[in-house]
């Protein structure tokens, strides 16, 4: 069974930056695509970004520029390395496995003005 924890989310003032880490337990963490979500207050979870097994990279159009996704299989873990962040960006960050269809419990993330 396939589990992800998210990590490093936090309060930062706009045009600061954050890194949020996911870490996956199990096997099958190099040979899956996993992608960053994101939930705001009275929103539907959008995607922000996703990559592939082979590191291959797709962003949303609102973080294009300003966000990137990348994973280290060696540590089984993911990050989005998150810069310029707007007041807009505040949510509770989710990271998935695109092969198992887990989440993980999310981390929060909130940008001040």
């Known amino acids: 069974q396939v589990r992800l924890v998210e990590s490093g989310g936090g309060l930062v003032q706009a045009g600061g930056s954050l890194r949020l880490s996911c870490v996956a337990s199990?096997?099958?963490?190099?040979?899956?695509?996993m992608a960053w979500d994101r939930q705001a207050p009275g929103k539907e979870r959008e995607l922000v970004a996703r990559?592939?097994?082979?590191?291959?990279?797709n962003y949303a159009d609102f973080v294009k520029g300003r966000f990137t996704i990348s994973r280290d299989n060696a540590k089984n873990t993911m990050y989005l390395e998150m810069n310029n962040l707007k007041p807009e960006d505040t949510a509770v960050y989710y990271c998935?496995?695109?092969?198992?269809?887990?989440w993980g419990q999310g981390t929060q993330v909130t940008v001040s003005s």
């Open positions: 990559i592939s097994s082979s590191s291959r990279t």
């Open positions: 998935k496995s695109l092969l198992s269809g887990v």
């Open positions: 199990g096997s099958t963490f190099s040979i899956s695509a």
